[in-house]
C-alpha cells in the first residue's frame, strides 16, 4: 500500500497535470480546475504567495538538510517533491522560476531513483520533465512507470495528457486512457477520462480528415 505521503505526491501529479492543460489545451479542457471549488482571485492569489512563501521555506531548509545528509535519500526525495510542489505554485506566482524549480526536482528525484525503483518518483519525475520540455525524458519515464505497473493509472492518465498535449498522438492517448478507465471504471479520474476520451476521439476525427494517410499507409483507428 503507498503511505499517505506518497497518495498525496499523486494528487499533486494529477492536479499539476490539469492546472497545465487549462493553460496550453485546447478550450474543451477548460473545465478543469482541480478538486475543490475555485475561490475568490483575491483569496487564491493570497494563498498561493502564502504557499509560495511556505514552500521556498522549506526547500531552504531541506536543501542544508541534504547538504549535511548526502546519502540520506528520503531527504532528497523530500527536497525533490519540495521542488516540485515549489515549482506547481510557482507557474502562478513566479513564472520565471517554475522552470528552474522542476529542474532541481528532477535533478533529486534522478538521485533517488539510482538508489531505489519508487512508481511514484518516477511518475513525478516524468510530470516534471514534461514541465520543463523535456519530452524525451517525460516519455520513457512515463514508459517505465507502466512496465513496472501496468495497472497504475496515474500514470496511464498523466501519461495519456503528454501523448494528447505534446505528441498530437490522439489515438495512443485514447487507448492509454481507457485502459485506465477500464482498471478503474468508478475511481477518482473515471469522469476526467469520460470526457476526454470522446473528446478526443473528435480531435483524432479531425485530425485524420485534414492530414490523411497515404494509399501505403494504413490509417489509425480509434480504439
Known amino acids: 500500500m503507498p503511505s499517505d505521503q506518497n497518495i498525496q505526491r499523486i494528487k ?15 478550450g474543451v ?5 482541480g478538486t475543490s471549488s475555485p475561490s475568490p482571485s483575491s483569496t487564491s492569489s493570497s494563498s498561493d504567495n ?5 514552500l521556498k521555506n522549506r526547500v531552504n531548509l531541506l536543501s542544508q538538510q541534504v547538504r549535511s545528509n548526502p546519502n540520506d535519500i528520503p531527504l532528497q526525495q523530500d527536497l525533490g517533491n519540495a521542488y516540485y510542489d515549489l515549482g506547481t505554485v510557482a507557474r502562478k506566482v513566479a513564472p520565471n522560476e517554475a522552470r528552474e524549480d522542476y ?3 528532477i535533478k533529486y528525484y534522478q538521485n533517488v531513483l539510482n538508489t531505489k525503483q519508487d512508481i511514484n518518483v518516477l511518475t513525478d519525475m516524468a510530470t516534471a520533465a514534461f514541465y520543463t520540455g523535456q519530452n524525451d525524458l517525460a516519455e520513457k ?3 517505465e512507470a507502466m512496465t513496472e505497473r501496468p ?7 498523466n501519461y495519456g495528457v ?3 498535449e505534446i505528441k498530437k498522438d490522439y489515438s495512443t492517448a485514447i487507448r492509454v486512457w481507457q485502459s485506465a478507465l477500464d482498471q478503474e471504471p ?7 477520462l469520460k470526457q476526454l476520451i470522446p473528446q478526443t476521439k473528435d480531435k483524432l476525427a479531425s485530425q485524420q480528415k485534414t492530414d490523411p494517410p497515404s494509399a501505403s499507409t494504413p490509417s489509425n483507428k480509434t480504439p
Open 12 to 26: 499533486a501529479v494529477i492536479l499539476t497535470i490539469l492546472l497545465t492543460i487549462t493553460i496550453i489545451g485546447a
Open 162 to 164: 503528454f501523448l494528447s
Open 141 to 143: 519515464s512515463f514508459q
Open 50 to 54: 502564502n504557499d509560495y512563501n511556505n
Open 103 to 105: 529542474i532541481l526536482a
Open 151 to 157: 495497472d497504475f493509472t496515474q500514470a496511464l492518465f
Open 29 to 33: 479542457y477548460g473545465y478543469f480546475s
Open 186 to 192: 468508478n475511481g477518482p479520474n473515471a469522469d476526467r
